[in-house]
């Protein structure tokens, strides 16, 4: 079956750190891939996708490129911000209402 | 009022209570999903109504119960349930776009049954 592998966490960086996040993906076919973000005390917001391999996703100063050839889909930020402390989730649609898997989630922290 | 919308926010239920929860969307959307998230698991899909019909039922225990009586609204019933129910219950929708189905989220209700 399909599932979507991810570091939990937490992460800690400094303001202005770069930031990568590992996703890694098995599935059949050709899924979408997609990254969510969750707030605390709300629920997930869309941050970016990709629906086939080599395209890149950008949102907000995020960045994903889709890897067919090493299966991932690895989110990456230039310079994070305290704002951006938040739960990320890496997901996947292999097509179908019910085909969507999303993985454990990532707990980024930006400390001043 | 925009997106998806869930009441209440947070509930506290003993186990021998009913209570629903509700969503609404306001997108337009024919999809429609409940899903469980607990702490350090990932994300339970647990309902998926299309078109207002059920598509999916992931072994869900029967003390759960959906309901979407039409392609705005969802309800999730909630009857003598367990103290391992307590999590974060989150609704969503969606659009079918080519092979695309971003899904929206709502808040989420805080479950706690105590």
């Known amino acids: 079956g399909n599932s979507v592998t991810q570091m939990e966490g937490p992460v800690t960086l400094s303001e202005e750190a770069f930031l990568t996040i590992n996703c890694t993906y098995t599935?059949?076919?050709?899924?979408?891939l997609f990254w969510y973000v969750q707030y605390p005390g709300e629920g997930l917001q869309l941050l970016l996708k990709a629906t086939k391999a080599d395209d890149k996703g950008s949102n907000k100063g995020f960045e994903a490129t889709y890897r067919k050839e090493t299966t991932s889909f690895h989110l990456e930020k230039g310079s994070v911000q305290v704002s951006d402390s938040a739960v990320y989730f890496c997901?996947?649609?292999?097509?179908?209402?019910?085909?969507?898997?999303f993985g454990i989630g990532t707990k980024l922290q930006v400390i001043p | 009022e925009t997106g998806v919308t869930q009441t209440p926010r947070h509930l506290v239920m003993g186990m021998t209570n009913k209570k629903s929860l509700k969503c609404e969307q306001h997108l337009g959307h024919n999809a429609m999903y409940w899903y469980k998230q607990s702490a350090k698991k990932p994300l339970e899909l647990m309902f998926v109504?299309?078109?207002?019909?059920?598509?999916e039922n992931n072994s869900v225990p029967s003390r759960f119960s959906p309901e979407c009586p039409n392609s705005s609204h969802l309800f999730l019933h909630l009857h003598t349930l367990q103290p391992e129910d307590s999590a974060l219950y989150l609704c969503a929708s969606s659009q079918e776009r080519g092979n695309s189905y971003e899904q929206y989220f709502g808040p989420g209700t805080r479950l706690t049954v105590t």
């Open positions: 599935a059949t076919g050709y899924p979408s």
């Open positions: 997901a996947l649609n292999s097509g179908g209402y019910q085909k969507v898997t």
């Open positions: 109504y299309s078109l207002e019909e059920r598509v």
